[in-house]
């Protein structure tokens, strides 16, 4: 028997006037897994979250959380979320903070426990306002624990805090998805996703462009791109050889250049320079930026 997904999405876009945020997600996350949303800025990763936090609706397709519709899932205390702003009062102490959120929720958990968890007790009796950007977001961790959700939600979580902050903030994760806590996270760092999740889910202009684990997205992410002009009748000919080499993933010829994205960029340029006319020949290493235009097949 397979037991209800954290979070299922299916078919789902979502447009704001003429912005397609979100062009057409199917995503399922199992419980107990700590998924990286990974993608560049306007990837639709926080449209994404919202719709899963049941703060807005899919434009079309539906959102399940824990087989919930998402507002259902989080009146029940089952989901809760670190965002990126918002949410403090300046005047608080980072205990107040803690504490009158925990009024809010029928069944909280000890705000003692969950201050220690999130490795703010030292900071506890401070104001708000007198708390550095990491330390705000520690706190935002606090407050999204005391429900114990099953789901957590995290939008760049990690933004502002120093190495220490980090390590705190991401063990206590580590330790409650090793109790069935399911994570999704979003982020621009495929260092941050690789280290910290389980499961990479690369996003890119409102699609899912890849998933798996570090090492199958790092992948993606590697070798080089070797650019050449080559204004040659039997530029399909070399194109032929070129596809067949080892280690090259992709050929593309876009008018008189020629792209290769290859992993053994030497075997590449060799050919190039030795066996066909091509000239203005440029190696570039290749970036995750890249690796999203390539799997989009946006590159240009
Ligand atoms: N309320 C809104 N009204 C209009 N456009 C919006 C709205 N919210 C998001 N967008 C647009 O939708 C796209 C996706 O935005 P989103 O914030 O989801 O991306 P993101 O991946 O979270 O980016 P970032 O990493 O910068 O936070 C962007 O083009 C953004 O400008």
Not at 186 to 206: F, K, N
Request: charged share 25%.
């Amino acid at each position: 028997m397979n037991p209800t997904p954290a979070v299922a999405l299916s078919g789902v876009t979502k447009t704001f006037g003429d912005v397609e945020a979100v062009r057409g997600i199917d995503l399922e996350l199992r419980q107990g897994e700590v998924v990286a949303f990974l993608g560049p800025n306007g990837a639709g990763k926080t449209t994404t979250i919202d719709l899963v936090l049941g703060l807005s609706r899919p434009t079309t397709g539906t959102v399940r959380v824990l087989g919930l519709e998402p507002r259902q899932a989080v009146a029940r205390g089952l989901v809760s979320a670190v965002m990126q702003s918002g949410g403090l009062l300046k005047d608080l102490t980072v205990r107040e903070t803690v504490a009158y959120t925990a009024a809010l929720f029928a069944d909280a958990r000890p705000v003692d426990r969950v201050i220690a968890e999130a490795g703010i007790e030292d900071i506890a009796d401070r104001r708000v306002a007198t708390c550095s950007g990491g330390e705000q977001q520690r706190l935002r961790f606090a407050m999204a624990l005391l429900p114990d959700p099953a789901l957590l939600l995290l939008d760049e979580p990690t933004t502002g805090m120093d190495v220490e902050g980090r390590r705190t903030f991401w063990s206590a994760i580590r330790r409650d998805a090793g109790q069935g806590r399911t994570v999704l996270f979003a982020t621009h760092y495929l260092e941050e996703a690789d280290q910290y999740a389980d499961r990479i889910v690369l996003v890119s202009r409102g699609r899912v462009v890849a998933d798996g684990t570090g090492s199958e997205i790092k992948a993606l992410a590697s070798g080089r791109t070797v650019r050449a002009t080559l204004a040659d009748a039997d530029i399909e000919r070399y194109t032929e050889v070129l596809a067949a080499l080892g280690g090259v993933d992709a050929v593309e010829v876009r008018g008189d250049t020629l792209l290769v994205h290859a992993k053994d960029s030497d075997a590449v340029a060799r050919y190039l320079l030795t066996e066909t006319p091509a000239r203005d020949l440029e190696v570039t290493a290749r970036n995750l930026e890249d690796a999203f235009l390539s799997l989009t097949g946006d590159a240009r």
